[in-house]
Each structure stands twice: as structure tokens, then as C-alpha cells.
């Protein structure tokens, strides 16, 4: 059995994070890994202040109240998990995007997803040319990584 020292767990603050939580945590708890977990809020002033729209201003206080709200239940979900707040990680970007360069970056196993992001990923990892089921598991017996 492959042994993980990392298991990256993304999170969408949906009705599946539950499921998704206690999947990765139970991977992480077999393999004594070290949890992260990862929200990316997707930026919407991009898409309305490019066209000049007047109510710009309301979007950024909207997508600024979002990430606001994010960061609280990311806090929240860290602190009942026990887990230090550097390994509770907030982006901006593009979900799949984002989320397969911090598993490429912190050289984590990717936990379970929900669909629609399940279908994001997987079109990026095409893009990138990687068909692993996971995006880089740190496995025991290689370099270590801290």
C-alpha cells in the first residue's frame, strides 16, 4: 500500500465538504499524513469591471464579503480539525487551476471532490499532460518533503 506524508483537502463550502473532510482525513489518519486544506474563491470582478459596468464598486464589496466569508469557515474548519493555520489555505483563481498547483507545490495527495470540480480537474491535468489519479502523492521512500 502506498504510505502519503500529505493529503490535500479542497473544499467548495458546499453540502459535500463533510464527506469530503472525513474521506481525506481518514486517508491522512491510515497514513499518519499531515492535512491541508485548500478554498478558492473564484474572482467575479473580473468579468464585471472589464466592461466599464457602474456597478463595479457593489461587485467588489460582494466578492470582498465572499472572501471574507471563506476565510471565517476555512478558519472554523482548521480549528475543528486541530489543524495549524498555515495548513488551512485560501487562493484566488480558477478552482482546478489553483488547486493542482498547490498539490504540485506541496507535493500532497489530492482528496476526493465533488463533481463539478472532480471535472475541472480532470481538464486541466489534460491541459498539463498529467494522468495521475492523483496530482503528486508524496509517497514514503522518496525525498522527503517538510
Known sequence: MSSYKKILIALDFQGDNAE????????AKVNEAEVILVHVN???????????????????????????????????????LSLPPESCITREGRPATEIHELAKEKKCLLADLNADMQAQVKETREKTGSNKNHLTGDQHGGEDHK
Open 42 to 80: 473564484e474572482p467575479l470582478v473580473m468579468a464585471y469591471a472589464a466592461d466599464g459596468m457602474s456597478w463595479s464598486d457593489q461587485v467588489v464589496m460582494l466578492e470582498t464579503s465572499i472572501r471574507q466569508e471563506a476565510q471565517k469557515k476555512m478558519a472554523e474548519t482548521g480549528a475543528r
Open 20 to 27: 469530503v473532510i472525513e474521506k481525506g482525513t481518514s486517508i
